[in-house]
């Protein structure tokens, strides 16, 4: 973004008389205006493909009223929820409970900056990226938290709790999982992980140092599910349990933030896998049908199969207790992950 800049502040466009304090904001501006709009697009795309699985699954047709296939069905439901009666509880905090669906849908707006979606296009080419995706997306669990505490209702404060103790916990071992390829690569830059794995399939991270990479990523596979609230790790909002958890008392708008946010985080954690892992915007081929938008191609497909595995299991796996979440995560993904960085440590020392 800084070469861009630089360009047009020394280029013959009415930018070039702008400071560049103010070419920057543009940016952010325009920048923020993109990821939102891929979050909205991304949800409706992914809404509607959730229910399509979950039907075939089922041996149902899903939506089928609503355009073609009933493709424009949850576009008809975004319309709804905008236009119905924004409701606060009389005792709720009414500041906080308005700004936690923002917060939530802040996060993983912000990470997709630090993402390399081709060769060439990085939008913010942070040198401790993955650092950063790994920190920025946190502030989740304060907004789940602070939306369950600012809704003054003991179902979402004991959703809020939950999800805190449940992020919290699992973010250990994603953490973790994230190191091996750090320490495999020696740097924090997605954008120079994913070009030490071009190359291939056989250069991907996914199959080198085996099994040490492999159990690596799906540690960060079941870790990065819990941190989305996703089945089987959806106690936050477990409607059995919980009414409807951190969000119950939210309605119209600001509840359609709360899925555009957890539609947005499955995509984050899916692109970063696919980053950290199955080989960012590589090619599969070797040098056949990679660079230039070839990279937008692989890095979306990558992620949407780790999207639409998540949905897989939402249909296949019960609910888990929350002993057995704690257990998971402390007792099994835990020290399998400090094996898979001690495995890694030693194969490369050796």
């Known amino acids: 973004m800084q070469e861009l800049i630089a360009t047009l502040h020394n280029g013959q466009t009415f930018l070039a008389d702008l400071p ?90 912000a990470a997709f900056a630090a993402l390399p979606y081709t060769r060439e296009f990085v939008f913010a080419n942070f040198d401790i990226g993955v650092f950063y995706v790994a920190s920025i997306t946190s502030l989740s669990v304060i907004a789940i938290l602070l939306a369950g505490w600012a809704s003054n209702n003991k179902w979402a404060l004991l959703g809020g709790m939950r999800a805190a103790a449940q992020i919290v916990s699992y973010e250990i071992p994603a953490g973790l999982a994230m190191l091996v390829v750090v320490m495999q690569v020696g740097s924090l830059n997605f954008n120079a992980i994913s070009l030490a794995q071009d190359g291939g399939l056989f250069h991907w991270f996914i199959l080198r140092y085996f099994p040490f990479n492999f159990i690596a990523f799906i540690i960060f596979y079941i870790a990065t599910l819990a941190e989305c609230n996703r089945t089987p790790f959806d106690l936050p909002e477990a409607e059995s349990e919980l009414v409807g958890g951190f969000h119950t008392e939210y309605s119209g708008f600001k509840w359609s933030i709360f899925m555009l946010a957890e539609y947005a985080e499955m995509l984050v954690v899916a692109l970063v896998g696919a980053a950290l892992f199955l080989g960012g915007w590589s090619s599969p081929f070797g040098s056949f049908m990679n660079g230039g938008a070839w990279g937008v191609f692989w890095f979306a497909g990558k992620a949407g199969f780790i999207i639409f595995t998540h949905m897989w299991l939402r249909w296949t796996l019960p609910r888990l207790r929350v002993d057995q979440l704690m257990h998971l995560s402390w007792k099994v993904l835990t020290p399998f992950s400090f094996a898979c960085l001690l495995g890694v440590g030693l194969w490369m020392l050796i």
Not at 37 to 44: P, Q
Not at 64 to 85: H, R
Request: charged share 15%; net charge neutral.
């Open 20 to 109: 560049p304090a103010i070419l920057t904001l543009i940016f952010m501006a325009l920048g923020a205006v993109l990821f939102a709009t891929v979050m909205a697009l991304n949800a409706l795309v992914a809404v509607y493909a959730e229910r399509k699985i979950s039907a075939w699954m089922q041996d149902r047709l899903g939506p089928m009223e609503v355009g073609p296939q009933g493709i424009l069905q949850t576009l008809a439901d975004a319309v709804k929820l905008l236009l119905k009666e924004d409701i606060v509880p009389a005792a709720a905090d009414k500041k906080l409970h308005m700004f936690a669906p923002f917060l939530v849908f802040a996060a993983p707006c």
